[in-house]
């Protein structure tokens, strides 16, 4: 068969069920390959960025590996932002593009780029296939790459004329890396080690990151805390790992995290590290981050242990059998009936008690903490609800104030904070899950930098509810302005008016809807989530609301400012 053929007989041989791209020329055999038939369905974009943040979105909330599909040149190009993503926040993905002909490679050809040394900084590996006889063994090993150890993207950059060329096609069964050895087991001894310090700590508490959904160990931590009586925090990649509404869970710590969580995870004597890597913006300043705590660090990758914190006791493999030898090893040590530190639970009980969320409801102008709230509140009865987000105020309001009891419910951009993930996310969220009810949760900034995906949504039988936080401004740039740079609001403020979502949304076949008051809110947004098609919400809030609680950028992660001392020091 051609090798065009091949690139969609080695995606089915893989079990690709969807993969989202846009064609162009040097990728043009492999769409008429798509043309003479495949099980994979083709969702396409309407920009190659959208199409990898879709991949991101399928990936995260199926678990599986996401496909994305681009041409050669701008094409590959507008696929870094995604890419880069997905490195940042460890989603499997494997990126196949188009590449000029191998006998035009490195001659500046029409529409010609380094595809795999553009990306090199930001894939697990990458393949430029020159050789079609290489073809489905490059592919498998791609996809095995994506998914194993800490996973993350791949590149495979295929000349047009490997995509052109006969060959006798036969998938490999197995995969030839002798370099690729992921580790696939944790030694029992750092286990009861951890174990041990575990039973003998006085404030412990478990600090989970997104690799505890990667590696599908949410049970495991589940059992785990459960069995220590440990409270629980969980990062902005880790939200929906342990149940938000679980007594022992504390919600995130960081930046916009909630005073009660910093407090727990910066006074805690033992500091549990799941699948978390002491992020800047969890840790705040760094040599101040919970100066009396030992640190047990659990993580599929030994680069991240040891990387920014000293770990008194490593672990290194695979998080759900460490994670559960680890809950038996308790279990063994501890007598039955044991309730772990009840003090020290009091005590961030009483934290949480005396410094709750807070923003004033008072007034006229829609807070944006209400329409998040009323979502939630609305949402509250469905089987199946994912969430995604795009980057900025709304995305901390988004995790402070959501519930998410299930992992793979909470979507969004982390570590590279990519503008615009929201809509092209909950796409490739609903394409992986159809069922779902898949709600973006977006700014006004955000989304007018992917809002062209509302056409696949609609074209594509993709249904999504988008509600924009709407405050006419890059909200949190005017926040910082205003905090920091003495209110020199500089190129932030985008206004109300211009576009109107509404109309836009209808243009492009959706519902739209606006609202700028809380006496309409839930019936807007019950109208919204019930349309039966894709809809999106202009909620015009108030555009001077801030984000709190706040640790200001470099200072210690108990320094947290609240919504009222601020009021304070405004009213002194």
């Not at 150890?149 to 069964?173: C, N, S, W």
């Not at 909950?426 to 809002?451: E, L, N, S």
Request: charged share 20%; with cysteine.
């Amino acid at each position: 068969m051609l090798g065009s053929d091949a690139i969609l007989r080695s995606l089915e041989a893989e079990g690709v069920e969807v993969a989202f791209g846009i064609p162009g020329g040097a990728i043009l055999p492999t769409y008429d390959a798509f043309a003479r038939g495949s099980t994979v369905r083709h969702v396409l974009a309407r920009h190659e960025q959208g199409a990898g943040h879709m991949a991101e979105g399928y990936a995260r909330a199926s678990g599986r590996v996401g496909v994305a599909i681009a041409t050669s040149g701008p094409g590959a190009t507008n696929l870094v932002t995604p890419i880069a993503d997905a490195w940042m926040d460890s989603t499997p993905l494997v990126c196949i593009t188009g590449q000029v002909r191998s006998t035009l490679i490195g001659t500046d050809a029409f529409q010609e780029t380094d595809a795999t040394g553009i990306t090199l900084p930001i894939v697990k590996h990458s393949w430029l296939v020159q050789n079609v006889e290489e073809l489905p063994h490059v592919i498998k090993a791609a996809f095995h790459v994506a998914r194993t150890g800490r996973p993350g993207p791949v590149l495979v950059d295929i000349a047009k004329d490997v995509q052109e060329t006969e060959f006798d096609f036969h998938y490999p069964d197995e995969v030839k890396l002798p370099g690729w050895r992921p580790p696939r087991n944790v030694h029992a001894l750092q286990v009861a080690e951890a174990a041990k310090a575990i039973a003998g700590a006085q404030k412990p508490i478990l600090y989970v990151g997104g690799g505890a959904i990667n590696a599908n160990a949410c049970a495991e931590l589940l059992e785990l805390a459960e069995a220590g009586g440990i409270p629980v925090v969980t990062t902005l990649m880790a939200k929906g790992a342990f149940p938000d509404s679980h007594p022992l869970a504390l919600g995130a710590p960081g930046m916009h995290g909630s005073k009660w969580a910093n407090w727990a995870l910066n006074k805690a004597d033992l500091v549990i590290a799941v699948g978390s890597r002491f992020d800047d913006r969890v840790t705040g300043k760094l040599t101040a981050f919970a100066p009396g705590a030992k640190v047990i660090h659990f993580d599929i990758d030994p680069a991240e242990i040891g990387k920014l914190r000293r770990a008194d006791i490593p672990v290194v493999g695979p998080l759900r059998p460490a994670l559960e030898q680890l809950a038996e090893e308790l279990r063994r040590l501890v007598d039955p009936g044991h309730m772990g530190p009840a003090a020290w639970r009091r005590q961030v009980d009483e934290w949480r008690a005396a410094y709750p969320l807070r923003y004033d409801r008072e007034g006229d102008v829609l807070k944006p903490q209400a329409v998040i709230e009323t979502l939630r509140d609305l949402t509250a009865g469905r089987d199946d609800v994912i969430w995604t987000t795009g980057v900025g105020q709304h995305q901390m309001w988004a995790m402070q104030y959501l519930v998410c009891d299930q992992p793979r419910t909470f979507i969004t951009s982390g570590g590279l904070g990519t503008m615009g993930y929201g809509v092209p996310a909950a796409i490739g969220a609903k394409a992986a899950r159809p069922d779902a009810t898949v709600i973006c949760v977006d700014g006004d900034g955000c989304f007018q930098m992917t809002c062209q995906e509302l056409a696949t949504s609609a074209l594509e039988g993709l249904p999504i509810t988008v509600v924009i936080i709407n405050n006419g401004w890059l909200g949190m740039v005017r926040q910082w302005q205003e905090m920091f740079y003495d209110s020199r609001f500089s190129e932030t403020h985008l206004t109300h008016q211009v576009p109107d979502y509404a109309q836009l949304a209808e243009a492009y076949g959706c519902a739209g809807f606006t609202l700028s008051s809380e006496d309409e809110l839930e019936s807007v947004l019950e109208e919204a989530l019930n349309c039966g098609r894709t809809a999106v919400v202009d909620a015009r809030c108030d555009p001077e609301e801030k984000c709190f609680p706040m640790i200001p950028a470099g200072a210690a992660a108990t320094d947290v400012i609240e919504f009222t001392d601020l009021e304070e020091s405004v009213e002194a």
